[in-house]
């Protein structure tokens, strides 16, 4: 059972476009949300968070968005720029035991291509 | 270092051989963890550590499976008897605090033959 549901493999936009990749989760006790970027052959790179707390985080070209009633989330890159073109995970985390978030729970990544 | 290193880059093993694979977080960081990464899927978690005590190891798949990070360093994982469907990327990762993001290794690519 995927508690975190990425459903789109792909995605395909044109540089200096928006690119908006979709994230759908299940566990209601989900409070920390991330996104991570992975280009081949290497580990995820962490790009940007949000706590449920917030429904809007913004980092420069990237905005994470949470809503939670609907228990999806989603990342706006805005432009696109070819280097951006990876695989973007979504994860997400509870509180364990203990009161520390430590393990993510991932979905299945969309491939981002960004076309020059 | 810069970043968390893991080695080896890739591995081959004939099955039911013990593989080892390390792990060398970023110098001050307490936590560590373990993922694995099946082809075309994203990481699952598969153990924690904060410094040298092994608090979570719920996800590992069966007691073939073992970690350890005796002087709350550098970790191994290791897999004894290894089988095909241990085959996968090995992903290690280290934060520095409880808000703090993972960062992870390049991974180690165990294959089973």
């Known amino acids: 059972d995927q508690q975190v549901k990425q459903n789109s493999p792909s995605l395909s936009v044109q540089e200096g476009r928006i690119s908006i990749l979709n994230c759908d989760y299940t566990?209601?006790?989900?409070?920390?949300f991330l996104w991570y970027k992975k280009y081949p052959a290497e580990g995820p790179t962490f790009l940007i968070s949000?706590?449920?707390?917030?429904d809007k985080n913004e980092d420069g070209r990237f905005t994470v968005f949470l809503n939670k009633s609907a228990k999806h989330l989603s990342l706006h890159i805005v432009p696109s720029q070819p280097g951006d073109s990876a695989v973007y995970f979504c994860a997400a985390s509870a509180q364990e035991s203990g009161g520390s978030n430590y393990k993510l729970t991932f979905g299945k990544g969309t491939l981002l291509t960004v076309n020059p | 270092g810069a970043g968390v290193s893991q080695s080896p880059r890739y591995k081959v093993a004939k099955r039911g051989q013990d593989v080892a694979l390390r792990c060398d977080p970023i110098?001050?960081?307490?936590?560590l963890f373990w993922y694995q990464q099946a082809l075309g899927q994203g990481p699952e978690f598969l153990t924690y550590f904060q410094n040298e005590a092994q608090l979570d190891k719920s996800g590992l798949p069966s007691d073939r499976f073992f970690a350890e990070r005796p002087e709350g360093s550098v970790s191994t994982l290791k897999i004894q008897r290894t089988q095909q469907e241990d085959s996968a990327v090995y992903l290690c990762?280290?934060?520095?605090?409880?808000?703090?993001?993972?960062?992870f290794g390049n991974g180690t690519r165990l294959t089973v033959t």
């Open positions: 566990n209601s006790m989900f409070d920390y």
């Open positions: 990762a280290s934060r520095q605090g409880r808000w703090s993001p993972l960062h």
């Open positions: 949000i706590s449920s707390i917030k």
């Open positions: 110098s001050g960081h307490v936590s």
